[in-house]
Nanobody
């Protein structure tokens, strides 16, 4: 059974930082491309960042320079370091694993306050 379990969300003041983690099980983690998405209230889910099985990273243009995605294949975990958080970063953040099939985590809430 495939499981993606996100953690690290919470309430933070604008300008602060959070580090999200997504622990994967039930898949051969190293061959999967991993990604973080987010969905704000009333909006569509949007791509935040991706890291391929080979370690290549890509980011939404609006987030470059503030967010960093990384992966640790030994721990079957992907991370999202979020710095200089803004109120508009408030959303549920989802972990995604893709290799022939797509798997999703349950999401973790990030709330940025003024």
């Amino acid at each position: 059974q495939v499981q993606l379990v996100e953690s690290g969300g919470g309430l933070v003041q604008a300008g602060g930082s959070l580090r999200l983690s997504c622990a994967a099980s039930g898949i051969i983690f190293s061959i999967y491309d991993m990604a973080w998405y987010r969905q704000a209230p009333g909006k569509q889910r949007e791509l935040v960042a991706t890291v391929t099985s080979g370690g290549t990273t890509n980011y939404a243009d609006s987030l470059k320079g503030r967010f960093t995605i990384s992966r640790d294949n030994a721990k079957n975990t992907v991370y999202l370091q979020m710095n200089s958080l803004k109120i508009e970063d408030t959303a549920v953040y989802y972990c995604n694993a893709k290799f022939r099939k797509n798997y999703w985590g349950q999401g973790t809430q990030v709330t940025v306050s003024s």
